[in-house]
């Protein structure tokens, strides 16, 4: 397992949050990146429920997860981490300048043009269900997404993963396509239902979300 308490690599977290987000914070992205490179890291642990340390907040400006630090590297923002990661791992990104190039591509994608209305809908479904601004909003959040999917399912087609092999643009999509667990909008899609549980079968997918889950389970938090 790449998680090791003496590790050079150290990743933030949260020790606890709630169900609904579990298995979704973005420390996610990040160890599963180490894991599929085969990078050990250790975890350095934030409560949730309180405000940041005046500390954390000079390496993370918004107080998010992750950070990512290694020797004099210090780096917050998922997408630059995993490309950072990914840098250095075959298994992340091709080494050929057009794969490096079309992998990138997929990075920005995934957090540019997905989940700015993944996370529109989860705002409304999560944290406002019964506002009325969200009800009445809420139809055309969900035609926005359903609208991405369908631009992604055209791409993807009958391929295995977006560029015909797997790479950290297929992993940065997956956390994207993972945000909509509480509906069936990708279920409409075949292709991107069979094209997200491929990636999630992955043996490092697994690793990651079982270490983010035994950080929770070690350290319980309120009732949600």
């Known amino acids: ?10 990743v933030s977290a949260f020790s606890w949050v709630p169900d609904f987000a579990q298995g979704l914070v973005r420390d996610m992205r990040v160890r599963w990146a180490l894991e599929e490179a085969g990078l ?3 975890e350095r642990f ?5 405000e940041r340390p005046a500390e954390y907040l000079l390496e993370q400006p918004f107080g998010q997860v992750p950070i990512y630090k290694e020797g004099d590297i210090s780096m ?3 997408g630059a981490i995993v490309l950072h990661v990914a840098e250095r791992s075959e298994a992340l990104m091709p080494r050929d300048p057009v794969g490096r190039a079309r992998t990138q591509c997929w990075v920005i994608a995934a957090l540019s043009s ?3 209305a ?6 409304i479904d999560i944290f406002n269900p019964s506002a009325e ?4 909003r809420r139809p055309e959040a969900e035609e926005r997404v359903r609208q991405r999917l369908a631009r992604l399912s055209a791409w993807l087609g009958d391929r295995d993963y977006l560029e015909g092999r797997f790479t950290v643009g297929d992993l940065m999509m997956t956390t994207m396509l993972r ?4 509906t069936s909008l990708v279920a409409e899609f075949p292709n991107l239902a069979a094209y997200q549980a491929r990636c999630e079968a992955r043996p490092a997918f697994k690793a990651a979300l079982a270490a983010q889950m035994a950080a929770f389970q070690r350290h319980p938090g309120i009732a949600a």
């Open 179 to 182: 945000i909509l667990r509480h």
């Open 133 to 136: 601004w969200a009800k009445l």
């Open 40 to 42: 050990n890291y250790r």
């Open 114 to 116: 997905v989940e700015p």
């Open 1 to 10: 397992m790449p998680v090791q308490p003496d590790a050079k690599i150290e």
């Open 46 to 50: 934030l409560d949730a429920t309180k």
């Open 118 to 123: 993944f996370n529109n809908l989860i705002d």
């Open 76 to 78: 917050f923002e998922t």
